[in-house]
């Protein structure tokens, strides 16, 4: 699998198919979420996709963007979702919200070790 692959992958493994074990596997054991999340090892990386997935039931993934080059990858994801539990605050609504983010990947040996990204939280507040 090369590295656009991979991070398609943990997109659609991890927020649409909730396959934990492999978001496990294709992350580092000491990966490194240099977003607001902050996640420092694959585990919190996989404890973060399940508090999302208690937000937002019924995820589709998007990707809209993908380039890689040297190891790196970017991507232009849109997420789709219906908010069903508490969000920033927010009690379940029940509204089908869609947002973009910018997120971008480190791959080494197979392994995502590094990631960059932003949710545009204001645009999501608003939508909720």
Same mark, same amino acid.
């Given at each position: 699998m090369n590295d656009k692959e991979l991070v398609i992958q943990f997109f659609m493994e991890g927020y649409?198919?909730?396959?934990?074990?492999?978001?496990l596997q294709c992350l580092s054991e000491n990966y490194i979420?240099?977003?607001?999340?902050?996640a420092r090892s694959n585990q919190e990386a996989v404890n973060i996709l399940i508090a999302v997935?208690?937000?937002f039931?019924?995820?589709q993934i998007t990707i809209a963007d993908i380039f890689s080059e040297n190891g790196m990858v970017a991507t232009r994801v849109r997420y789709k979702a219906i908010h069903t539990g508490?969000?920033?605050? +927010?009690? %379940?609504t029940g509204r089908s919200i869609s947002?973009?983010?910018l997120e971008n990947f480190k791959v080494v040996?197979?392994?995502?070790?590094?990631s960059w990204g932003y949710w545009p939280d204001k645009? +999501?507040? %608003?939508?909720?």
């Open positions: 649409q198919n909730k396959n934990y074990g492999f978001v979420d240099h977003s607001p999340a902050g997935s208690k937000m039931s019924d995820m508490e969000c920033m605050g +927010i009690a %379940a947002f973009e983010a040996n197979g392994k995502i070790v590094e645009e +999501i507040e %608003a939508l909720l």
